[in-house]
Each structure stands twice: as C-alpha cells, then as structure tokens.
C-alpha cells in the first residue's frame, strides 16, 4: 500500500540555520503531495503541496518539490526562525483522495 | 475558503460517561469526513471515513459501537465516544472533503479536540 517516510527527529537548529526534512513516498499511480505543520496543542495547517510531477510548492519561505524520478518531497527553508518550532508532517493523498497518508512527522526545535 | 471547525475544542470527562466532538465545514458541502486520533508525539491514525447519508467506514482495529460517527448533514459530522474510559484520552482530528473539481484530493482539517477521561 501507499506509505511515507520521513527523516527521524527531532531536529535542533539554531535560527537563521538551512533547514531540510526529508520525506519519500511509495504509492501506485500519480499521488499528490503535501506538508502539514503542527504547532505544540493545535490542529493541522497546510503548509504547501503539490499535485504532479516537478511542481514546487512554497509558503512562507518553505519550499518543496515534487520529485517523481525519486518519489521525494523534502523540506526546505533558507533560514528558519523560533516560531518555526513545530512537527512537521508529509503526506500523500492518492489521484482519488479518499484518504491521506501521513509521515510519522519531524519535530523541529529552533533555538535563539 | 475551505474552512472546518470542531467543536468543543477540548473535554474532560469522568470515566464511562459519552463525550460528542462535532466537525463541521464553514464553506463548503463535505460529502466526505475524516475522523483520526493522534497520540502525543505520534502521526495522525485514521478512524474512520464517514460519507454524507450513510455508514461510516471503520479501519481496522477501531471499534464502532465504541467510536459512533454520523454525517447526517453535508456540513456536519459527528463523533460520539461512548463509555469513555481513560485510554480514549487523545487528541480527536477531523478533516472534510472539499468535491468540488481541483480540490478533491485534498482534506481540509479541523483544529482538534482534546479529551481527557478521568
């Protein structure tokens, strides 16, 4: 079945540092391609996505993008801030979108 | 757009009473609702499916008389925790289904709801 891995955290970075979360997929077909982030005791924003192959989403300085040779989807940001801090979680939906597949998330912890 | 509120946010509740979380979408028609739960530091486990007018769709291992979901409107679904007993204490997300063309494979999801059983 469809599944996604993502890099192991968490993840300590001091602020302005270059942030990467690496995320793979396996699914059959032509998923699409996303980013959650949840800070500490709220639910799940939208971060970006992608819907096929060698699309680059991006919002608020994030960037990610949709790499069918090698089933990726990693993370990026040039310089992350505190508020930053937060898991990180990526996700597949099949072309159907019946239902998500989540990454087990990467906590990032942004220190001053 | 696309907006999906839960409600109450958070619950607490003495042990075997039943606690309902409502999941509504503000915005738009969801012919499609999601229910997860997610334990601390873990991803989101998918509960159950839940389409406008008929059964909800359990996955594997949830158990249905204890977890009851209806959708009886396009706007809204609930989530009934029956019996709660303290190992139902989680954190409840909904999320809906937008079927409008371009956004179908996309889930929209609610703030959450954290029950604590005592």
């Known amino acids: 079945g469809d599944s996604v891995t993502q890099m192991e955290g968490p993840v300590t970075l001091s602020e302005e540092a270059f942030l990467t979360i690496n995320c793979t997929y396996t699914a059959t077909g032509y998923p699409s391609l996303f980013w959650y982030v949840q800070y500490p005791g709220e639910g799940l924003q939208l971060l970006l996505k992608a819907t096929k192959a060698d699309d680059k989403g991006s919002n608020k300085g994030f960037e990610a993008t949709y790499r069918k040779e090698t089933t990726s989807f990693h993370l990026e940001k040039g310089s992350v801030q505190v508020s930053d801090s937060a898991v990180y979680f990526c996700?597949?939906?099949?072309?159907?979108?019946?239902?998500?597949?989540f990454g087990p998330g990467t906590r990032l912890s942004v220190l001053p | 757009g696309a907006v999906v509120s839960q409600h109450p946010s958070w619950v607490i509740c003495k042990s075997g009473t039943s606690v309902k979380i409502e999941c509504r979408s503000l915005d738009f028609q969801a012919t499609t609702m999601f229910w997860y739960r997610q334990f601390p530091k873990q991803s989101l486990m998918l509960m159950a499916t839940s389409n406008e007018g008929s059964k909800a769709t359990y996955e594997q291992g949830v158990e249905k008389d204890k977890f009851l979901i209806n959708h009886a409107s396009l706007t809204l679904s609930t989530l009934t925790v029956t019996s709660a007993h303290p190992e139902d204490s989680s954190f409840y997300i909904c999320?809906?289904?937008?079927?409008?063309?371009?956004?179908?494979?996309?889930?929209?999801f609610g703030p959450g709801t954290r029950l604590t059983v005592l």
């Open positions: 999320s809906a289904r937008d079927p409008q063309v371009g956004r179908y494979n996309e889930q929209f």
């Open positions: 996700a597949l939906s099949s072309y159907y979108g019946q239902n998500f597949v």
